[in-house]
């Protein structure tokens, strides 16, 4: 087994994702084979997940952008659009999430 978690992630959806992952009958977590480093974005759409439904992934706990790497052994989620306010700074949203084009952006 340890040879196994090597070569793998483990995937969440938070908030409204969450019921994407029951609808497709995921467990909680996916756990997904993964030979070489990828980016959420190229994960998202691996998985059908819309990339106007995520606005950041948490990587091992951390927030990141969308772009970021995602190795091998990572524990990735991934965070739709409406997290509350106070959080989005606290977490590190808005630092991670300027290149996002589906960013809140005040017009």
């Not at 978690?5 to 409204?16: D, P, Q, S």
Request: hydrophobic share 40%; charged share 25%.
């Amino acid at each position: 087994m340890p040879e196994q978690a090597g070569r793998t992630i483990e995937v969440r959806g938070f908030l409204h994702l969450y019921k994407v992952f029951k609808e497709k009958n995921w467990p909680t977590p996916l756990i997904i084979d993964l030979e070489e480093s990828t980016t959420g974005t190229l994960l998202a759409e691996k998985l059908a997940i819309p990339l106007d439904e995520v606005e950041i992934v948490f990587v091992n706990g951390f927030a990141q952008s969308l772009d970021y790497p995602i190795h091998p052994g990572d524990r990735v989620a991934f965070v739709p659009p409406g997290c509350p306010g106070p959080y989005r700074m606290a977490l590190g949203f808005y630092s991670k999430n300027q290149k996002n084009k589906f960013n809140f952006v005040r017009k």
